[in-house]
């Protein structure tokens, strides 16, 4: 039976292999969707498995966790530099280290940070050691860069319109191992490198009266300027601390010169020193304004009574970023069941093309059924050639289509991880096979 079935599909393997394509790409349309979205949702989980808070200024808690954990260049508002000495002071606290950002190295971000950072949320370093000195940089295990280079970095993409630094430059000095997190294609430098690139420092808050602009402005009132004289100095820099087009558009349209306010501050502010070295204790009044500051609570209790003390005050916001990406589940889960739907669609258009063409197939075999018959053949034998072959066109198709989904998913995953830093796991789960299986009994 099984050599008359296999001579019978090679008679006819133009309109098998229609069949069995059909059937692929309606499999491998529902395969992709469901893997690709577990994949972004265990990707992004990892990813922020060593952020356990962040406080900012405030502003969207989604945008926030976007730009600290995965590094999305975007304008952030900035919250005032005290916040960073009393969570650093408070008991309730293992360590917090600032996150400053808005420069970029060869389309790498450079990240302003604290070795506190770089020793509580990496392994180690696979080349080099951490940066000793203000002009020293860390780079991330994805960037293409070596020990010993020369970085200049530009505010904002040159791309986008950003501009470079003149007479700025850092030197790596290590590489850290893979982490698995955007990270991985960062160029991390001190945080007070960051300030002084950009004209910021406890020297630079007397004597000026910019106008408030920028990034978020609005959440530092004239009230808290009269309290903190620093904190409209502060705004008027935001965009040493925030990223991307429209970040550097602004900075373009407030300054117009490249470097005209940092000549401008350089009477008072601290200018940067490639040579200067460390300074990450801050006292109040000292530090400058920060878009984000990673935290992390001694116990899960501090952690809550932490976001709630920072999120009373109205001048900070605190979030969990794994409470953030619940809600963006959420969202994908709502744009995953749009998509299944389609595929189901498409799964039903082809099953019903499928039953018409078996319908015509047993009709166009009419003498071929009437002879086997005819030469003694049962007609359960009859029955069991015809859906033998159906089910081999049916399982061939659904093999093919689990392939070709899962292929794609892989392509999809990879790009993805280049562009954004981090890998996105893609695997089958047993709930997934066991859909197939029954897709496999259905048909």
Do not use: C
Not at 1 to 12: E, T
Not at 222 to 236: K, M, R, S, T, V
Not at 301 to 323: H, I, K, M, S, W
Not at 370 to 378: D, H, Q, S, T
Request: net charge negative; aromatic share 6%; glycine share 12%.
């Amino acid at each position: 039976m099984i050599h008359f079935v296999l001579a019978d599909l090679k008679r006819f393997r133009l309109g098998s292999a229609v069949i069995v394509l059909l059937i692929a790409l309606a499999v491998a349309l529902g395969t992709t969707v469901t893997l690709q979205e577990r994949a972004l949702r265990l990707g992004s989980a990892r990813a922020s498995e060593k952020f356990d808070l962040i406080v900012g200024a405030p502003g969207s808690a989604t945008q926030l966790v976007l730009s600290s954990v995965f590094l999305q260049p975007a304008a952030l508002p900035l919250m005032p530099g005290d916040t960073l000495v009393a969570l650093t002071e408070d008991p309730r606290v293992a360590w917090a280290a600032p996150i400053g950002f808005g420069d970029f190295v060869a389309g790498y971000p450079v990240i302003g940070t604290t070795t506190t950072l770089i020793e509580m949320t990496t392994t180690g370093f696979a080349e080099g050691r951490a940066f000793a000195a203000e002009g020293e940089a860390v780079i991330g295990s994805a960037v293409d860069l070596a020990l010993g280079d020369t970085l200049v970095p530009t505010h904002g993409k040159q791309a986008e319109g950003g501009h470079a630094h003149a007479g700025i430059a850092y030197r790596v000095t290590g590489r850290l191992d893979p982490t698995g997190t955007p990270w991985d294609r960062a160029v991390l430098v001190p945080i007070q490198a960051v300030w002084h690139v950009h004209g910021l420092g406890h020297e630079a808050h007397d004597g000026h009266d910019h106008e408030a602009e920028g990034h978020g402005a609005e959440a530092h009132d004239e009230e808290a300027h009269d309290a903190d004289g620093h904190d409209e100095e502060d705004l008027d820099h935001a965009h040493a601390h925030a990223a991307g087009e429209d970040h550097a558009e602004s900075h373009a349209e407030n300054h117009g010169d490249d470097h005209g306010e940092a000549d401008h501050d350089s009477h008072d502010a601290p200018a940067f020193d490639p040579d200067a070295p460390l300074d990450e204790t801050w006292a109040a009044g000292e530090a400058p304004g920060l878009p984000a500051i990673l935290v992390k609570p001694r116990s899960i209790a501090d952690a809550y009574r932490l976001r709630q003390d920072y999120r009373a005050t109205g001048d900070t916001l605190a979030v969990f970023p794994a409470e953030v990406l619940t809600g963006l589940y959420a969202m994908l889960g709502d744009a995953k069941r749009v998509l299944v739907a389609v595929a189901v669609g498409a799964q039903t258009l082809v099953a019903a093309a499928l039953l018409l063409v078996t319908v015509i197939q047993v009709g166009q075999r009419r003498r071929q059924i009437g002879a086997l018959r005819a030469f003694g053949a049962p007609r359960g034998a009859v029955f069991g050639i015809v859906w033998l072959e159906l089910a081999l066109l049916f399982g061939t198709g659904i093999l093919l289509g689990l392939g070709l989904g899962f292929a794609a998913t892989e392509g999809l995953s990879r790009a993805f991880a280049a562009e954004r830093g981090f890998p996105l796991p893609v695997a089958f789960a047993p709930g997934d096979l066991l859909g197939f299986g029954l897709l496999v009994l259905g048909d």
